[in-house]
């Protein structure tokens, strides 16, 4: 079984640039969330997805963050503008039974 | 809300030592509890989860038990390897399953 599939690997921006991400989540997950992990924390929610619905996106920075699951599947993860404070691991995770599979995230800096 | 608090680290043992890392919750209704590894390069994985109270999860010679009256959720380990050197993170789930709170995780090293 094919797992979740994040791309980029790694990205460097300079501030105030844009940068998206993608995630191909496991094939018939419902549900896709977006996760902000900076170093030496625990992964933070940014927006969960009921497949092209969201959940909760409560903790997303809308002013600069934007998401979308347009067909139920794929999901892209844009920031526009970035700030120092972006820099982080990017995760993207599906879920069935009450397991969540993680992909190997996105590393972002932005200098 | 919900939330999940562990044990500060970096934790650093050495090879055949006995570990425990403490993670305890706070929760409105019966959520599921879990504890997911990050191996140094890789996502998050699940390691073990328990679903209700008095459960034992245990997967790779790892094991925590679901403790209702003390809100934990504690991993053991009766003899680390270094292989086992990672970032462990205490999770949990609402009881929706939708909904999943991690604490900040805890490094372990194992050494020679």
């Known amino acids: 079984e094919a797992g979740v599939a994040q791309s980029p690997r790694y990205k460097i921006i300079e501030k105030r640039q844009s940068v998206a991400f993608w995630c191909n989540p496991i094939?018939?997950?419902?549900?896709l969330y977006w996760y902000q992990q900076i170093l030496g924390q625990g992964p933070k929610l940014l927006i969960q997805f009921q497949n092209n619905g969201v959940v909760d996106d409560s903790q997303l920075p809308k002013d600069r963050f934007s998401a979308e699951r347009l067909k139920g599947v794929d999901s892209t993860l844009k920031i526009q503008p970035a700030k120092l404070e972006d820099s982080a691991v990017y995760l993207c995770?599906?879920?069935?039974?009450?397991?969540?599979?993680f992909g190997s995230g996105t590393q972002l800096s932005v200098l | 809300g919900d939330s999940v608090t562990q044990m500060e680290g970096p934790v650093t043992l050495s090879e055949e030592a006995f570990l425990t890392i403490n993670c305890t919750y706070t929760a409105t209704g019966y959520p599921s509890l879990f504890w997911y590894v990050q191996y140094p390069g890789e996502g998050l994985q699940l390691l073990l989860k328990a679903t209700k109270a008095d459960d034992k999860g245990s997967n790779k010679g790892f094991e925590a038990t679901y403790r209702k009256e003390t809100t934990s959720f504690h991993l053991e380990k009766g003899s680390v390897q270094v292989s086992d050197s990672a970032v462990y993170f205490c999770?949990?789930?609402?009881?929706?399953?939708?909904?999943?709170?991690f604490g900040t995780g805890t490094s372990l090293t194992v050494i020679p």
């Open positions: 094939s018939g997950h419902a549900t």
């Open positions: 995770a599906s879920s069935t039974n009450e397991k969540l599979f």
């Open positions: 999770a949990l789930s609402d009881g929706t399953g939708n909904q999943f709170y």
